[in-house]
């Protein structure tokens, strides 16, 4: 991958690299999708937006990400990206992209590396709480304190919430500290379940 962003200031990330190239054509549609220092934890960040995982692109460059995540040995910080919902709401328009959408997915999920979602107040609680069963671990901001009773049922020890997005950074390395004391294999095993579950119980 060609990185055309070194040292690009991302909040609340202190260092990242931005990283390109797709030899089959497009770079997909993400706000950043690199690498990324968060309090000296080096983590590979890809954050989304309502355009992303729309096109092959998206997805294959998204493959990349993981598979630099599982070189480099690095926990996977996804950013708004909706899995779930991707995968039981969106219909492939093409061959190309039900291919990668496929390959993308099963990789993702077998990454023996910690995977953490992380949402902030652009998607609501339903499509929120999709997410929350299948990712290693999962931080959501919600301002909307009326929210979080419900929330908090899940009691789920993967679940963080914060209220605003300046406190997520001490969130997400809470929640990296735990994942990563859990083994790999046992990590990979309970995230393939827990997805399969959430696709079924979505249809």
Same mark, same amino acid.
């Given at each position: 991958?060609?990185?055309?962003?070194?040292?690009?200031?991302? *909040?609340?990330?202190?260092?990242?690299?931005?990283?390109?190239?797709?030899?089959?054509?497009?770079?997909?549609?993400?706000?950043?999708?690199?690498?990324?220092?968060?309090?000296?934890?080096?983590?590979?960040?890809?954050?989304?937006?309502?355009?992303?995982?729309?096109? *092959?692109?998206?997805?294959?460059?998204?493959?990349?990400?993981?598979?630099?995540?599982?070189?480099?040995?690095?926990?996977?910080?996804?950013?708004?990206?909706?899995?779930?919902?991707?995968?039981?709401?969106?219909? *492939?328009?093409?061959?190309?992209?039900?291919?990668?959408?496929?390959?993308?997915?099963?990789?993702?999920?077998?990454?023996?590396? *910690?995977?953490?979602?992380?949402?902030?107040?652009?998607?609501?609680?339903?499509?929120?709480?999709?997410?929350?069963?299948?990712?290693?671990?999962?931080?959501?901001?919600?301002?909307?304190?009326?929210?979080?009773?419900?929330?908090?049922?899940?009691?789920?020890?993967?679940?963080?919430?914060?209220?605003?997005?300046?406190?997520?950074?001490?969130?997400?390395?809470?929640?990296?500290?735990?994942?990563?004391?859990?083994?790999?294999?046992?990590?990979?095993?309970?995230?393939?379940?827990?997805?399969?579950?959430?696709?079924?119980?979505?249809?």
């Amino acid at each position: 991958m060609l990185s055309l962003n070194f040292n690009y200031e991302y *909040p609340p990330f202190e260092k990242t690299i931005q990283l390109y190239g797709d030899r089959a054509g497009g770079q997909g549609n993400f706000e950043f999708a690199g690498l990324a220092d968060l309090n000296e934890v080096k983590v590979v960040l890809l954050k989304g937006n309502a355009e992303s995982l729309e096109q *092959p692109s998206d997805w294959r460059r998204f493959l990349r990400l993981i598979n630099l995540a599982q070189r480099l040995g690095k926990p996977l910080l996804l950013w708004n990206l909706p899995l779930i919902h991707t995968a039981t709401v969106q219909h *492939p328009t093409s061959l190309a992209l039900g291919n990668a959408i496929q390959k993308t997915k099963m990789e993702l999920l077998k990454l023996p590396q *910690p995977i953490i979602a992380f949402f902030d107040e652009i998607y609501g609680g339903d499509v929120v709480m999709q997410e929350v069963v299948w990712a290693d671990g999962c931080v959501i901001v919600t301002p909307n304190t009326k929210e979080l009773p419900a929330l908090s049922k899940l009691k789920r020890q993967n679940l963080k919430i914060v209220c605003k997005q300046d406190d997520m950074s001490p969130k997400i390395l809470d929640i990296l500290q735990e994942v990563s004391k859990i083994d790999r294999d046992e990590l990979v095993v309970t995230r393939l379940e827990s997805f399969s579950l959430s696709i079924e119980n979505q249809r």
